[in-house]
C-alpha cells in the first residue's frame, strides 16, 4: 500500500480536501491498525525464539522476526508520511474553507461544559 500523495489541483475545492482528509484519517487508522498486528506477531515470534531449542525452528523464528521487522520499518515509514499528508491537507482546508462558525458545548465533566467555537463545514475549531 502506497500512501496516497496528494497533488494541489485546485486549492479552492474544499469539498475536494474534505473529502481527502477523510478517507486519509481512514487510512491513517487502518496502517496503525495493521502496524499493531506486526508488533504482535514479532513479540510473539520473539517470545517463540527465546524458548526454541530445536535449530530449524530457531532458524525459522529468526526468519520470521527478520521479515516482520521489514514489514514493520515499511509501515512506520508510510504512517509517518500519511500523518505528514493529513497534516498538509488540514492547513490547505483551514485556509481555503469559507469558514462558517457556530457554537456548542462540550461537556468537559458531568456538571461542567465549556463553550467552543466551531467551523460547521471544516470542523476548525478557534480556542
Ligand atoms: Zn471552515
Do not use: W
Not at 465549556?114 to 470542523?123: A, G, L, R, T
Amino acid at each position: 500500500m502506497d500512501c496516497y500523495n496528494i497533488n494541489i489541483i485546485d486549492s479552492s475545492n474544499i469539498d475536494y480536501f474534505l473529502f481527502t482528509k477523510k478517507k486519509c484519517d481512514i487510512l491513517l487508522n487502518s496502517l496503525k491498525e495493521t502496524l499493531s498486528i506486526y508488533y504482535e506477531l514479532r513479540e510473539f515470534n520473539a517470545g517463540y525464539f527465546d524458548v526454541c531449542n530445536d535449530e530449524n525452528k530457531i532458524t525459522a523464528c529468526h526468519n520470521n522476526i527478520a521479515v516482520l521487522d521489514k514489514e514493520i520499518t515499511k509501515y512506520e515509514k508510510e504512517i509517518r508520511a500519511t500523518e505528514e499528508q493529513i497534516i498538509l491537507i488540514s492547513k490547505n482546508i483551514q485556509h481555503n474553507c469559507v469558514h462558517e462558525f457556530i457554537e456548542d458545548y462540550v461537556d468537559v465533566d458531568p456538571e461542567r461544559s465549556e463553550k467552543i467555537v466551531y467551523c460547521q463545514v471544516c470542523e476548525y475549531t478557534k480556542i
